[in-house]
């Protein structure tokens, strides 16, 4: 087998693991730090107890994205040994930024947050967690500032046949990064929101503990349905945006191989033959595409033979095409998600203000398949992008095929490939069957102040919530 | 100084503290399972490092991504290089993450039983190939003429780098012994005690191989002249004292012993590569230096001044969480994991 596939195939399933964690995480840590404020204000013990639960599931999610995210530190060494020579320079600082900004950060007052309750001040205690937040947002800010670098390289300069950085300020006030940051983050704080309404809507469902999953619904059902909003709003401007810089993704986003009319129709669905390099059978809403692209009924959108012709005279010769169908389909699968988000989040809201929640109990039982929702359009939307992006690892710059190690071989990759897939299904399944068995529990009752517990149970106390 | 120079002394700076702090909690996760007599023992051990290993975990990260940053040459030979390697490494960072995370979730005697596993392997296996890779930083690696190293995993596993792994992991367990005598006391603290105690012998003998057969074999103890051979010395006597300290339960100066032990073993490895980071034995021609490994002047001097503003508050915060942390563990309710 060729060692630049399977570097290929460990890439995306690493990272699309990792990712299932690390947008719930930030999304969690929103959550959680809001409830502990409000149970910091009002001093009402439900929201401590609240904070405990949601905290619970916050750390189990928090462990696996944070080790799942060692291996992608060092995996741009390991596998794309020549990728890191030549771009090690400009996208480099900003990893060991977010290392020493962010990871800081987080594993520091994350360790204080779990073991501080009754060792730090309360304000002291409260602040950890929203440091913690803190963190996991410089740390998507710093990513995101490399991964900007890959779609739209900016800031940097040829010696000696590797890229280096001249201009610092260029990367961090790069456009792409200004579009992509605030997609992401709204994204992560809506992954976190509908899993708790989500789980929220399965214990009122239950009828067990009613009073404080239904707080937990309606503090989730605002964050959810804001950043839902600003995610879709976002996403536009990420699309126009890409339309001037990467237009090669948004013509394969559109299965569009001719220049399109004027107007621009847009395409919903459609057979797409890459071989023949023909979209047949295609339902069209007329004057959207020039709507979303432009923002104005008119307004020519260039195919991608089109732009196929351009790159060959800009880049040489080569097919400059990404995988088509995966481009369409994950953008369709990503926008269709967002916008049933929009619309639970909307109708969630204004039912969870009304008290009417048990009262809609098919409407409890969608918001729980919800919950998959937002990891589905994290998931594709990276696919899109990244896919899109091909052939190139750093768009325009160096192509994909010319990244790899050339000292790896094809029977190491397949070695770390099968260790690190068996590792992740397991770690997969031990966070599920521990999510399921923390929700099926509960929250836990706080420490009885009676006078007779500890002639009751001198062993274990109450105390243990979920720990042991 | 050049600003390439300043850059190997800020990862050889991060790798210390990475040695020194997770060095101890590699330690405490190894002897935890076995020190432990019962699930209550255990907790306790694991919980001395619960607020810590984390953040320590980050000086690792910071390092490696840090490389990636001043030296990409470094990071691209050293990665692809030791592939197999790494990727041991990686599974067993991974499986003891989340074990420390998972272990207390469920009260079953076989789930607990597989987690205390999964964080002996996790914490031994990592200093074990971190010996055997600082060894074989010692000995040189076969590097062609464009930079790329070749050869497979096995031929890493020479008898002294075998001999380097051992020594690191025993060292680290003595260390995370002395640790846990801060951290603990009465009966469990004893018993960290009598085991470092146990162990000394075999580090010491083991350190002292170390040292003779890297004089013998590499020029790293003398490359800057025969003076520097008092850090290996150093090391040694530092480990010595610590033994003794620990006999007479002087538990604080024995820790800072075995810290002196790391930092000046690490020290004397940088400081003898320096100014090469990687010797290839097909020729100096073919070694990795500070200044042909580099990034540009613009980027180092960008992340020279972002990481000297940022370094002295991690510094703050994380010696902070130690403060915060600094009481002996004792009952039931101080335990979350």
Redesign the interface.
Known sequence: MDPLFLARIQFASTTIFHYLFVPMSIGLALTIAIMQTIYHRTGDEKYKKMTKFWGTMF??NF??G???G??Q??Q????W??Y??????????S???????A???E??????W???W???PKRVHLLSIWLVLFGTVLSAFWILTANSFMHHPVGFEY?EG?A???D?LALLTNPQLWVQFPHVLFSAFATGAFFVAGISAWKILKKQQLDMFKKSFQISIIIATVSTVVVLFVGHQQAVHLLTTQPMKMAAAEALWEDSADPAPFTVVAKINPYEKTTTNEIQIPYMLSVLSFNKFSGQVEGMNTIQKHYEEKYGPGNYIPPVRTVFWSFRTMVFAGTIMLLLGVYGWFVSRRNKLEQNPLFMKVMVYAIALPFIGNTVGWIMTEMGRQPWVVFGVMKTEDAV????TAG?VL??LI??ST?YAI?AG?AVY?YV??IKQGAFQEKTVEVDVDAVDPS??E?DY??? | MELSELWFLLIAFMFTLFFVLEGFDFGVGTVAKYLGRDDYEKRVYLNSIGPFWDANEVWLISAGAAMFAAFPHWYATLFSGFYIAFVFMLLALILRGVAFEFRGKVDHPVWKQVWDWAIFIGSVVPPFLWGVALTNFMTGVPIDQHKEMIGGFLQLLHPFALLGGVMFTLLCIVHGLQFITLRTEGELQERARVASSRFAPAVLLALLAFAAAGLWKTDIFTSHGTGWIALPLLAWGTLLLSTILNKKKRNRLSFLMTTITIIALTASVFIGLFPRVMISTLGAANDLTVYNASSGDYSLKVMSYISLTLIPFVLAYQGWSYYVFRERLKGKDQLEY
């Open positions: 750390l189990i462990a696996v944070v080790v799942t060692i291996l530190e060092f741009f060494g390991m596998n040994s020549t890191s020579r030549f771009v090690g320079d400009v996208f480099g600082p990893l060991a930024i977010e290392g020493l900004l990871f800081f950060m594993s520091t007052f994350i360790g204080l779990v073991f501080g009754d060792r730090l010696f590797r280096q950085m001249n610092f190690s050339p000292n790896v190491q070695f770390s260790s690190f590792l770690l031990v521990l068995r923390t274990g106390r105390d979920i720990w042991n």
